[in-house]
């Protein structure tokens, strides 16, 4: 897997799953695209205490790598809880590394996810599909 897509991956499922709504009723729940077009995901809720996961559902043809197709159709993040009012942060484990990552929905359609390993940080755009 490109390390981009790594690094997309974990930072979408670590942000895309957790909680609840914003005011007016918006929430992450729905399908999202990265905004280069490499990959789609697919937010629902889940669990209790308005909890969300995430799935990588589609990618490219030029993403379908041996280790982003490994993961195609799995649930990366399952579960996570919210931060502030249109702001969520959760953990996820991804190829066997733990990022920490927040999301912030920045309108209905538009989404910023940055997540950290370390001091190392990366910030990504996705849009509602």
Request: glycine share 10%; hydrophobic share 45%; charged share 15%.
């Amino acid at each position: 897997m490109t390390r981009t897509l790594k690094w997309l991956a974990a930072l979408t499922f670590a942000a895309l799953s957790i909680g609840p709504a914003l005011a007016a009723g918006t929430t992450p729940v729905g399908s999202w695209e990265v905004t280069t077009g490499e990959a789609r995901y697919r937010v629902t809720a889940c669990g209790a205490g308005g909890a969300l996961c995430a799935k990588l559902v589609w990618l490219r043809s030029d993403a379908k790598t041996e280790d982003n197709l490994a993961v195609l159709n799995t649930y990366i993040v399952k579960g996570a809880r919210p931060l502030a009012a249109g702001k969520w942060s959760g953990n996820v484990v991804f190829s066997g590394h733990s990022y920490d990552g927040t999301m912030t929905l920045v309108s209905k359609n538009f989404m910023t996810l940055k997540g950290c390993s370390g001091i190392l940080c990366q910030t990504f755009e996705l849009t509602r599909i």
